[in-house]
């Protein structure tokens, strides 16, 4: 029994690594004693080429490690995080107001995975915000009406499926009644029952509907069903999704280093936690990406086990689950849909939202872009068209950081998010009070028009927005 606790121990991990050339040492040995998966993130990444040699490493340690990634689109990509998604983001895609414009972006996302090598996508986002304040949703998310986000979420679960490419409906059972960031805080939502069924739910039950393979447990608690644990460690959101949503498939926990549980049950606690309540996978990756924490979390399960507290059968149940999808025959063949620049070319042009004039006469532009700091979730990535307008203007000027504007140049102001930060909202009042010929291009959720001659939404910062934008402002066809 000893070797086979270990074994199921290892099985339920999801860990992540460092590097990107091949996998280290520890690696190897954890994926020989059977860890069921791994989660790269940018630091893993140079390019799709450099990718599929990490991941056919991977495989030739352990063939049937799932391997996976967070590839929204938009402003959250592994693949691209060093040039910026050429694919639609959640909100933008909500804007052309077209499921099919959603499947045929998954799709397109899904052969870009299995190109890569990667089986498992950690999306979509089927949460529905309550407010346009969400520090961690915003425009991940498809919208603030449930019906409509339904319909795009089993898109995009129907496009990734084309591709042989698991998804994963996250953060059940829905992180969008909060403004409170899981990565720093332990979200914690009083509503009742009833807003659950009738709108955090619904998208849910959308994908589950839609045949999605896994779903993502949040760390927030739903005090209508556990006023104590978060979802991802209570077996009230576990019940809750297995006999109301009869969902049959794999569930995975959010990545346990986030503050929200490690602050509290720490890492290697929490991931007995989740497996006692019913999850099957543990996502154990993030900042800490070392054999110490993956060894930690195995043995806080065997110890489990062994104390009483966690019984062998649960978690041999949720090793089987990860076995059983791991081994699942892949079909790691391209689709015959359209790729990214067919997909994303005319559906940039239908994403925006525009308020006046925003052509701009011939010359070169003054770029002046302001943000406040990024979504944890994406990290650091390209976000705006100052590059661009600059290589299609020669002598424009983009101003990152202190302003000095060329008399009658065009301006352009780039935002993200405007209507989060109060101290940008006063720097750009004063930029368009100064030129109110400027127009204002808003990246993220298109909440607060600040005036000038044209406002121009994207809905978010993806490469593809940027380049739609682009597009519009110099007067070129979609």
């Known amino acids: 029994m000893g070797s086979d606790v270990d074994a199921w121990a290892h099985r339920v991990l999801v860990a992540a690594t460092g590097g990107t050339a091949v996998p280290p040492a520890w690696l190897e040995r954890r994926l020989d004693g059977g860890l069921g998966g791994v989660c790269l993130f940018g630091r893993n990444v140079?390019?799709?080429?450099?990718?599929?040699?990490?991941?056919?490493?991977?495989?030739?340690?352990?063939?049937?490690?799932?391997?996976?990634?967070?590839?929204?689109?938009?402003?959250?990509?592994?693949?691209?995080?060093?040039?910026?998604?050429?694919?639609?983001?959640?909100?933008?895609?909500?804007?052309?107001?077209d499921p099919a414009v959603t499947r045929a972006t998954a799709t397109s996302i899904g052969n870009a995975l299995t190109a890569a090598g990667v089986d498992w996508n950690l999306a979509p986002v089927a949460?529905?915000?309550?407010?346009?304040?969400?520090?961690?949703?915003?425009?991940?998310?498809?919208?603030?009406?449930?019906?409509?986000?339904?319909?795009?979420?089993?898109?995009?679960?129907?496009?990734?499926?084309?591709?042989?490419?698991?998804?994963?409906?996250?953060?059940?059972?829905?992180?969008?009644?909060?403004?409170?960031?899981?990565?720093?805080?332990?979200?914690?939502?009083?509503?009742?029952?009833?807003?659950?069924?009738?709108?955090?739910?619904?998208?849910?039950?959308?994908?589950?509907?839609?045949?999605?393979?896994?779903?993502?447990?949040?760390?927030?608690?739903?005090?209508?069903?556990?006023?104590?644990?978060?979802?991802?460690?209570?077996?009230?959101?576990?019940?809750?999704?297995?006999?109301?949503?009869?969902?049959?498939?794999l569930i995975v926990t959010d990545a346990l280093d986030m503050d929200a549980v490690a602050r509290t049950w720490t890492i290697p606690g929490a991931a007995a936690l989740a497996i006692r309540a019913g999850a099957d996978a543990v996502c154990v990756s993030g900042g800490r990406h070392d054999d110490e924490i993956v060894d930690a979390c195995v043995r806080s399960l065997v110890d489990a086990v062994n104390g009483g507290t966690l019984s062998a059968e649960r978690l041999a149940d949720a090793a089987g689950r990860v076995a059983a999808v791991a081994s699942r025959p892949r079909v790691h063949a391209r689709s015959d849909d359209d790729g990214p620049d067919d997909v994303t070319g005319d559906a940039g042009h239908r994403s925006l939202r525009v308020r006046g004039w925003p052509e701009l006469p011939p010359g070169p532009l003054d770029v002046v872009v302001r943000s406040?700091?990024?979504?944890?979730?994406?990290?650091?990535?390209?976000?705006?068209?100052?590059?661009?307008?600059?290589?299609?203007?020669?002598?424009?000027?983009?101003?990152?950081?202190?302003?000095?504007?060329?008399?009658?140049?065009?301006?352009?102001?780039?935002?993200?998010?405007?209507?989060?930060?109060?101290?940008?909202?006063?720097?750009?009042?004063?930029?368009?009070?100064?030129?109110?010929?400027?127009?204002?291009?808003?990246?993220?959720?298109?909440?607060?028009?600040?005036?000038?001659?044209?406002?121009?939404?994207?809905?978010?910062?993806?490469?593809?927005?940027?380049?739609?934008?682009?597009?519009?402002?110099?007067?070129?066809?979609?």
């Open 127 to 249: 949460d529905v915000p309550a407010s346009a304040r969400s520090p961690v949703l915003g425009v991940r998310a498809f919208g603030s009406r449930a019906a409509d986000v339904a319909r795009h979420v089993a898109a995009y679960v129907e496009g990734l499926s084309a591709t042989g490419v698991l998804g994963c409906a996250k953060h059940f059972p829905g992180h969008g009644a909060t403004d409170a960031d899981s990565h720093t805080d332990l979200p914690r939502i009083d509503l009742g029952r009833q807003r659950l069924d009738e709108v955090d739910l619904v998208p849910f039950r959308a994908a589950v509907d839609a045949g999605v393979e896994t779903v993502m447990l949040g760390h927030l608690v739903v005090e209508a069903l556990d006023p104590r644990l978060p979802a991802s460690l209570s077996p009230a959101a576990v019940r809750l999704l297995r006999d109301d949503l009869e969902f049959g498939g």
């Open 372 to 478: 406040g700091p990024a979504n944890i979730a994406a990290g650091k990535v390209p976000w705006h068209p100052g590059p661009l307008l600059a290589g299609a203007r020669p002598g424009t000027a983009v101003h990152t950081g202190a302003v000095s504007l060329s008399p009658g140049r065009p301006l352009v102001v780039v935002v993200r998010d405007l209507h989060r930060h109060p101290d940008l909202q006063r720097d750009v009042a004063r930029l368009v009070a100064g030129c109110p010929d400027a127009v204002v291009v808003e990246m993220g959720v298109p909440v607060l028009d600040p005036g000038g001659r044209a406002w121009v939404c994207t809905s978010g910062a993806s490469a593809a927005s940027a380049a739609a934008v682009t597009r519009l402002l110099l007067g070129m066809t979609a």
């Open 46 to 97: 140079v390019d799709a080429g450099q990718v599929r040699g990490f991941t056919d490493a991977l495989r030739g340690v352990r063939p049937d490690v799932l391997v996976c990634l967070d590839e929204e689109g938009g402003d959250v990509t592994r693949l691209h995080h060093a040039a910026g998604s050429p694919h639609l983001g959640a909100l933008a895609l909500a804007a052309t107001g």
